[in-house]
């Protein structure tokens, strides 16, 4: 046999010895392969059982409108699906979907509390520097520590007491009067009923649009609310006088007035001084002066609308209080509404920051 035939034939034996080898593989194979596609009748139960299964929806969310004790505000959503209350009669769960608001009890975090402490003990210490640190940052801590310097009054240390009552002084000038009234319950209202007692969690489960999921801790918080909420209707409620002259010497003192929210422009004119010209006297349309304080003779209408109480043509019930003379006032622009600066006047108010009910 030639070379070049030998080589041929060698080819053509090489060829019919690999279609074998594939041919005799098959059988082997086809088992694994149909075993990925026909799970068997027993497997396919299963997967149609999986199938059938409804899959769990999370809850939808909450919103919420939490206020801190800084008197910040931010929208969260409540991740929680129900709160559990302390009673005096025993523990309640109640559905978040069912609260409209949760007046917080006093609360305040270990570390704090531990820093009021120390602080108030430095008060009476022989290093000056160190009482007067001492006093810088229980006035930075203001109403927080609040009852812990009303106990520290009763100190027979002359110097401590004298430096408590002056912080006393100074927090009661910032703070408004109602937060100083601190709850030791918590107050959750739904429709129709109010539930006083103690949440047996110190946090609630939250989604922030900036931060993702979070826990929001109790003690930072004064009040929450769902947005619709609106404050119960005051049964003492005054007709809107236009301006609370008359009240020029009431100092101290909290009304309750239902108004309707004014805009700038068709409110009837009032006399006004001017600043610097003694006898002078102006006829003015719907002005207001100062800002989150007011003179006295403001109008009561425009007043609402520029510190955000009411909006315009909303009719709802405030709480103002009375301030005696102010030495200045400042003028800005909020809410559509220009307030006027002014210099001395002899009576001003204040809104008692609550939500305005509006009528329906």
Not at 97 to 110: H, K, M, V
Not at 174 to 197: A, C, M
Not at 245 to 257: P, R
Not at 303 to 316: D, E
């Amino acid at each position: 046999m030639k070379p070049g035939d030998r080589i041929a034939c060698t080819l053509v034996w090489v060829r019919r010895a690999m279609a074998a080898a594939v041919l005799l593989a098959l059988p082997l194979t086809l088992p694994l392969v149909s075993g990925q596609n026909d799970k068997g009748p027993e497997r396919k139960k299963e997967d149609k059982k999986e199938a059938a299964k409804p899959v769990k929806k999370a809850p939808p969310a909450t919103i919420i409108e939490a206020q801190f004790v800084d008197n910040s505000t931010m929208k969260l959503r409540l991740r929680d699906e129900s709160v559990e209350l302390n009673t005096p009669y025993g523990k309640l769960t109640i559905p978040v979907r069912d609260i409209e608001r949760i007046e917080l009890a006093f609360r305040i975090p270990d570390e704090v509390a531990k820093r009021i402490e120390s602080a108030i003990a430095d008060l009476g210490k022989d290093d000056f520097q160190r009482r007067e640190a001492a006093s810088e940052e229980l006035l930075e801590l203001g109403e927080r520590a609040y009852p812990a310097l009303l106990k520290a009054e009763k100190s027979t240390d002359a110097e401590v007491v004298r430096r408590v009552r002056e912080l006393l002084e100074k927090v009661r000038a910032e703070v408004p009067e109602e937060r100083l009234d601190f709850r030791t319950q918590d107050v959750i209202y739904t429709e129709g009923s109010k539930n006083t007692g103690r949440l047996t969690s110190a946090t609630l489960k939250v989604q922030t649009f900036q931060f993702g999921e979070q826990q929001l801790k109790l003690a930072d918080v004064r009040e929450l609310r769902s947005p619709s909420a609106v404050e119960p209707e005051a049964a003492n409620a005054l007709p809107d006088p236009g301006n609370l002259s008359s009240l020029i010497g009431q100092v101290g003192k909290v009304y309750t007035y239902r108004i309707t929210g004014a805009g700038q422009g068709g409110m009837p004119g009032v006399a006004r001084g001017v600043p610097g010209m003694p006898g002078m006297m102006i006829a003015v349309q719907g002005f207001v002066w100062g800002s989150d304080t007011y003179t006295l003779d403001s109008s009561l209408a425009l007043a609402a609308v520029h510190a955000g109480v009411l909006k315009p043509g909303q009719t709802g019930v405030v709480r103002v209080k009375t301030l005696g003379p102010q030495a200045a006032f400042q003028g800005s622009t909020r809410n559509g509404i220009t307030s006027m600066a002014y210099g001395f006047y002899n009576g001003a108010f204040q809104f008692v920051r609550s939500r305005a009910r509006p009528e329906r």
